[in-house]
């Protein structure tokens, strides 16, 4: 009865070890797969934050370079820039994980907007929205990591 209780134990022992085997591997896969999706989020979000910078970039300084009282075609030139920009925060809208990157987007493009049709004319006013929004973009690129504040750090 001896050597039948050890078979019996040697395989309630293999099966467990399996089973617990089976999930470590299972697990290691979900959050390789976690990883992976989490890196390709990022790699889309930051092609279509890059293209609104670069939108918002070109709006902020077809603004101070050309003031909205001159119309004709400086004016239609800012016009389309503004309505692509608004396409470019429509696609972060859809691209964002998080509603504050949604909500600072907006805010940035509308301060942007603003700034086109003269209603705005220190680009000073720019920068909060700006920051906030990098802020944001930040948080839902990276989620849990904090944003160093200030300028480059060094390492120590």
Same mark, same amino acid.
């Given at each position: !009865? /001896?050597?039948?209780? %050890? ?6 022992? /293999? =099966? /467990? #070890? ?11 896969? *979900?959050?390789? &797969?976690?990883?992976? @999706? =989490? $890196? ?24 101070? *370079? ?7 075609? =400086?004016? *239609? ?10 396409? $470019? ?5 859809? &691209? $964002?994980? &998080? @509603?504050?990157?949604? /909500? ?9 907007? @603003?700034?086109?049709? #003269? @209603?705005? *004319? ?10 906030? %929004?990098?802020? =944001?973009?930040?948080?839902? !690129? ?10 480059? &750090?060094?390492?120590?």
């Amino acid at each position: !009865m /001896g050597p039948a209780l %050890f078979s019996l134990a040697g395989v309630v022992l /293999g =099966a /467990g #070890g399996s089973l617990f085997g089976q999930y470590l591997v299972t697990r290691a896969s *979900t959050r390789q &797969s976690e990883i992976e @999706e =989490a $890196a390709v989020h990022r790699a889309e979000l930051k092609q279509v934050i890059l293209k609104f910078l670069s939108i918002a970039s070109r709006v902020e300084k077809a603004v101070l *370079t050309h003031p909205r009282a001159d119309v004709g075609a =400086a004016g *239609t030139a800012i016009d389309q820039l503004v309505d692509d920009l608004w396409l $470019a925060q429509a696609e972060i809208d859809l &691209s $964002a994980r &998080s @509603e504050p990157l949604r /909500g600072a987007a907006y805010r940035y493009a509308a301060r942007l907007a @603003e700034a086109a049709r #003269g @209603e705005l *004319t220190d680009a000073a006013a720019l920068r909060a929205p700006q920051v906030r %929004f990098f802020d =944001a973009a930040y948080a839902d !690129m990276w989620p849990g990591q904090r944003r160093e504040a200030g300028g480059v &750090s060094t390492p120590r």
